[in-house]
């Protein structure tokens, strides 16, 4: 074993910039602006550096073989997804043990199955992820997008399903593009950002279109059909009604919680489609509309309903004054999805609603026409459903049906049936890997945040009580509405296994209970984000199951800007920190990459106001010296096209510098990984990052990783 960095190890030498910056009347220093510039070989000659010294550590910390062993077991469980119909054809991923990635498959009418699209067939490197597809409403041709080396940009292609051959793209320039697909398979609306030599200079991620392909022609003789003259921002989702007749198109400014809704009917006229708003953005709502096989405009929203309602309207009508609520707002769930189940023969159609209570799922059936709840689907246990689906129009059995893509702390993502008239669901297909997986106590509790908020909590751990203060790790989000709900997780598993104790809080500015949840963790609010977090490291080790010494902390993204804050107010409650692709400068993260999108989210330096939100909380300029920090292990994606790496640079050096904490105790380490990006990863890559995050905050926090 390589011996660890020895106690006159030091950290490699960074610049401090003289350099102050007034905004607003307040004076900003930022002494490593320099860190900002990848290119510049000052930045250079830093980074290697810090590679070196990051490999010297992580490669030597004890319980690697068996840590990489246990993850790559756990991880072979592999994951299988629900069904896309289309005229009795079913689409589907599933990731069998020993592949790095999901492979596309479809299965025929007869239950015949072949492989329709296996991304490392096309690239053995295992760069190339699958972004989204979508098959044409007749099943005989599949959209797909794929992007190389984590950048997202999601290159367009088509595939003629039957012969396997493509018959259209690439189409670039399609990052986070629905595609809806008009009846006969020849033409589809889909959304492309403008050419870079069309839009000013520094905007050639904004600038999004909604436009109209036929399939074989030349992109550039697409239609364009929206998004001229509306805010560079807006990101788009488009819909098309199961009858070709309606168009739906949504939009809002960057990740802002605020839609705007069109609809058009391409019935009228042979142009241009005249798209007619159903909402604006004024007024201060999300919005996700469709038309649905009875011809009616459903809207899921929050109007007047933070935890969200379901209302429906006449398409030829379709603004708020003249919606209905067919299913209502609940005080203490939130709805999350609705879909359409034909019935069959024997039974009436019904709608299939997704609630989730504290983030754990519920499903329910509803009378389309009364609203009524018409009856309960019994679930697995406290989990989530990762996605729901029932047969189109073109398929003719199974309309009876509900598939459910289920998952939980224990359960690697597989299927689950549910019939009507029944009182049961069935296991339809499990993930192919047979894993067995470890003892594990789990449980959701609650605690108060520091104004009296009660906030929950999902528990892992190896015994029922605590017996003894252990190692734990405590990880959140607490942004964009976006919830964290019980899923498979190889790491926790693992981390348990190993003696210590798993926690995930569901912090505010998440959506785990509603738009006001979220919008009380946001903007000027988001200092109760990190006090949600910091209480919850409080009610750990208040209850028995860890110390501060032994409490370690994990966030990415959001998360990492999470665990950043929390690492500098309060450094003596953690004794290490994982900190993944995080924003840090909270002053100019707007200038990186898209971080315009999220001015809604967290406030603009531009503003005076938001200017102070963010300083009191800006991880980077909350950096103090004389403190002696926790361990920290940054871990940044060289091809992370959302959050720019030097957010890391900064901090990482930032910290360096200003840590009392000796560097062989305490360290602070930046790991850097090229060829990947901020989301999808292969396999290998997934569990390589794992076991040097888990086995750095092993060593930190004396969890024995080798034990038997």
Not at 205 to 210: A, G, K, L, N
Not at 260 to 267: R, T
Request: hydrophobic share 35%; charged share 25%.
């Amino acid at each position: 074993m390589t011996q660890l960095p020895a106690k006159n190890q030091s950290y490699p030498p960074a610049e401090r910039l003289d350099l102050v910056e007034e905004l607003h009347g307040l004076r900003i220093a930022d002494p490593y602006r320099w860190l900002e510039d990848a290119a510049d070989p000052r930045t250079v000659e830093w980074s290697v550096a810090q590679d070196t010294l990051c490999r010297t550590w992580l490669d030597a910390l004890p319980g690697r073989r068996a840590m990489t062993t246990r993850l790559e077991t756990l991880v072979s469980a592999g994951s299988v997804s629900v069904p896309v119909w289309r005229h009795g054809r079913a689409f589907f991923t599933r990731r069998e043990p020993g592949q790095e990635h999901a492979v596309l498959w479809v299965r025929e009418p007869d239950g015949t199955e072949r492989a329709l699209l296996d991304v490392t067939a096309l690239d053995p490197s295992g760069l190339t992820t699958l972004d989204a597809w979508s098959p044409s409403r007749e099943g005989r041709l599949l959209a797909y997008q794929i992007s190389v080396g984590g950048d997202e940009e999601s290159s367009l292609y088509v595939l003629d399903v039957d012969s396997g051959e493509q018959v259209d793209g690439p189409i670039d320039r399609c990052k986070y593009s629905d595609v809806a697909w008009l009846p006969g398979g020849q033409e589809f609306f889909y959304v492309r950002r403008l050419a870079p030599e069309l839009v000013p200079e520094g905007e050639e991620q904004f600038h999004r279109r909604v436009w109209r392909h036929r399939v074989g022609t030349d992109p550039a003789e697409d239609l364009e059909v929206h998004g001229a003259n509306l805010d560079p921002t807006y990101l788009y989702g488009v819909r098309v009604s199961p009858d070709g007749r309606w168009l739906v198109v949504d939009g809002s400014q960057g990740t802002a919680r605020r839609d705007s809704v069109w609809i058009a009917d391409l019935g009228v006229g042979d142009g241009l489609p005249q798209l007619r708003q159903v909402i604006s953005d004024e007024a201060g709502a999300r919005c996700f509309a469709w038309v649905e096989r009875d011809g009616r405009l459903y809207l899921l929203t929050t109007l007047d309903a933070p935890r969200w309602r379901l209302c429906v309207a006449d398409p030829t009508r379709p603004e708020p004054e003249h919606w209905t609520e067919l299913v209502a707002e609940e005080p203490d769930s939130v709805l999350d999805w609705v879909s359409w189940l034909d019935g069959g023969a024997t039974h009436e159609p019904q709608l299939v609603v997704l609630r989730t209570r504290h983030a754990v799922a519920e499903l329910y059936l509803h009378d389309p026409n009364t609203g009524e709840r018409t009856a309960t689907v019994p679930l697995p246990g406290m989990g989530a459903l990762t996605s729901v689906s029932t047969t189109d129009p073109g398929t003719q059995e199974g309309a009876d049906t509900v598939w459910l893509g289920w998952t939980d702390f224990l359960t690697p993502p597989c299927v689950h049936t549910y019939r009507l008239g029944q009182d049961r669901t069935e296991l339809a297909a499990r993930a192919p890997g047979a894993v067995e997986p470890p003892p594990v106590h789990t449980r959701q509790v609650t605690y108060t945040s520091a104004d009296g908020t009660t906030v929950r909590m999902f528990l892992l751990t190896p015994t029922e009580q605590p017996d003894t203060p252990r190692p734990a790790m405590l990880t959140g989000y607490g942004g964009f509405s976006i919830s964290r709900t019980p899923s498979y997780t190889p790491s926790a598993l693992a981390w348990v296994e190993a003696g210590g104790v798993w926690a995930l809080a569901s912090l505010r500015g998440g959506g785990e209970e509603g738009e006001e949840w979220h919008i009380a963790g946001m903007r000027g609010n988001k200092q109760n984000v990190f006090d949600d977090f910091h209480a919850a490291a409080e009610h750990l080790i208040d209850t028995g199951w860890t110390t501060a010494d032994q409490l370690a902390i994990v966030g990415g993204s959001n998360g990492g800007l999470l665990v950043g804050a929390a690492l500098t107010q309060r450094p003596e409650l953690y004794r290490a920190v994982v900190c993944s692709a995080p924003l840090l400068d909270m002053v100019r993260y707007e200038k990186f990459l898209i971080g315009r999108f999220w001015r809604e989210e967290y406030g603009s330096a531009d503003d005076p106001e938001e200017l102070r939100w963010l300083l009191a909380y800006s991880p980077y300029h909350n950096v103090r010296e004389g403190l002696e920090y926790p361990s920290v292990l940054f871990t940044v994606f060289e091809s992370d096209s959302r959050v720019d790496p030097c957010h890391a640079r900064k901090m990482c050096a930032a910290l360096q510098h200003a840590t009392t904490a000796a560097p062989d105790e305490r360290p602070v380490l930046l790991r850097r990984e090229t060829e990947v990006g901020h989301a999808a990863r292969s396999v290998s890559r997934t569990v390589g990052l794992a076991v040097d995050q888990i086995t750095f905050l092993a060593h930190a926090t004396g969890l024995d990783l080798e034990r038997s």
